[in-house]
């Protein structure tokens, strides 16, 4: 089993809807959740991060973490075709660990 | 500089050169990570730096890559006797805090022809 896991997609939305990207992750003892945005031949954009079971939001962004079920996701609110890339979830298992990368999932929406 | 500086953005080299490649982490920045990025795949990790702490080198798939951290600033990967398969995007992060979130350098495109 990978450490984190998510659907590689594509996967494709049209321009204003909502876009659920999904990751899961193996280690209970995981502390601390990242998703980053990556356009093709960019480096990794960081998008949010949440710590704390329950839903974060920022702007068009909701992260939501469940720690009982090792899930975590990233809502996208009024997609827009600029938001088109690889979304990467990432987790770390606290201090003095690295961050481990979920393979990505690609966004396309369709405007 | 405001964010992580990474030199040079592309490299090309000959197979068995050696290539070095620098990261310029966020100004106090503690943790200095080094990944790697083969096209159309996912980010694998090959080295973290936290403070003096011995640096974690689990992720460097040979004994031709070795890095440093010097006076917890910069950080130089080295990659000797370069091979083919070592073409790759070679992506730098760094966090205020080991464990907190990670910002990305632009990455160094090496090639090796």
């Known amino acids: 089993q990978k450490e984190v896991e998510q659907n590689s997609g594509p996967l494709s939305v049209p321009e204003g809807a909502i876009a659920s990207l999904n990751c899961t992750y193996s280690?209970?003892?995981?502390?601390?959740f990242f998703w980053y945005r990556q356009y093709s031949g960019k480096s990794p954009e960081l998008i949010m991060f949440?710590?704390?079971?329950g839903d974060k939001e920022d702007g068009r962004f909701t992260a939501q973490l469940n720690k009982a079920s090792q899930y975590v996701s990233l809502l996208i609110r009024d997609s827009q075709p600029s938001d088109s890339a690889t979304y990467l979830c990432a987790v770390n298992k606290g201090y003095g660990q690295n961050f481990v990368f979920g393979p990505g999932t690609r966004l396309s929406v369709l405007p | 500089g405001a964010g992580v500086s990474q030199s040079p953005s592309n490299k090309v080299t000959e197979k068995g050169k050696d290539v070095e490649l620098r990261c310029d982490p966020i100004s106090g920045h503690t943790a200095l990570y080094w990944y790697r990025q083969s096209l159309g795949q996912g980010l694998e990790f090959l080295i973290y730096f936290q403070g003096n702490s011995a640096p974690d080198k689990s992720g460097l798939p040979s004994d031709r890559f070795s890095a440093e951290r010097t006076g917890g600033s910069v950080s130089t990967l080295t990659i000797q006797r370069t091979q083919q398969e070592d073409s790759a995007v070679y992506l730098c992060?760094?966090?205020?805090?080991?464990?907190?979130?990670?910002?990305f350098g632009q990455g160094t495109r090496l090639t090796v022809v």
């Open positions: 992060a760094s966090s205020p805090l080991s464990g907190s979130e990670a910002f």
């Open positions: 280690d209970r003892g995981s502390q601390s």
């Open positions: 949440i710590y704390s079971n």
